[in-house]
């Protein structure tokens, strides 16, 4: 029996495992297809399919992609990119380039609201000097007792509205699915659930995200409830769109659902990889 796990961190982004030691855990917990989806950044498949093959596990090459969608940050999976595809790599690139200047605006907000310092103490977490993000900086503020955990550190500090909070523009949705395609890949809408939208708003995402080639959602995930995974299962179905499973791991510890734990898909939904 295959067990997928098609959504992952590692140090590459803001996972706090590396490529080898996330894809031993994944094995190790009887996974047999696991995704590597870093945000923005696919340098960390190359060791991570090394150490896979080398264990009999099928790595699949991914990416998380940060989407500004009106004005909501979204996320779209790719599943098996070619991470060498000039598109993708210069797309993901220049969605990458943002990041040091939100950082120091990120940094420069808290210090306005009475916390200095924290660029440099944020760094202390990144693993990858060309990738800093808002969970670098939830680490140190979480270490140094700003809130009780990182949950409230995010609610507290870095979600919109709040002081460490930057707009940003990553890429648009067009671009990050066709960049996606491009490569060879599949685009999958990621935790559907997670963002603030009102039902309207969900199905413009959803029929916008399907027109331009998008092939499906995450319906289980550890982002969304149980009830969520019946209520996105539906909206695959309605919508023609296959079903994903992804832990969204980042490490131990921190992450809601450790790798490969996560329930099947609910009856009806056809599996995104009917594609693979
Ligand atoms: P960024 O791309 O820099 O905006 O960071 C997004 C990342 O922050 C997500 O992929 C998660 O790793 C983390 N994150 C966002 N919201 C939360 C939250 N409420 N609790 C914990 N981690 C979060
Ligand atoms: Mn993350
Ligand atoms: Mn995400
Ligand atoms: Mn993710």
Known sequence: MSKYDLHS?????????????????????????????????????R??????????????????????????????????????????????????????????DMAAGLAQAGIPGTLEGASAYVTNPAFVGRAHFARYLAKCGYARDIGAVFRRYLTAGRPGYVPHQWASLDEAVDWIVASGGIAVLAHPGRYPLGNVQREELLGRFRDLGGKAIEVVTGSH?????????????????????????HGPGESLRDLGSLPPLPDGCRPVWELF
């Open 9 to 45: 961190h590692s140090t590459r982004s803001d996972g706090l495992l590396s490529p080898q030691a996330l894809v031993e855990r994944a094995a190790a917990r009887g996974v047999t297809v696991l995704a590597l989806t870093d945000h923005d950044d696919t340098g960390g498949l």
């Open 225 to 249: 409830t149980a009830v969520q995974h019946v209520t996105w299962g539906r909206y695959a179905q309605r919508f023609g769109l296959l079903a994903s499973v992804g832990s969204d791991f």
């Open 47 to 104: 060791d991570a399919s090394a150490c896979a093959a080398a264990m009999g596990m099928r790595l699949v090459n991914g990416v998380e992609v940060s989407v500004t969608w009106g004005d909501q940050t979204v996320h779209v999976v790719g599943l098996h990119v070619d991470p060498n595809h000039p598109a993708l790599a210069g797309g993901l690139a220049r969605v990458r380039s943002g990041r040091r200047r939100r950082a120091e």
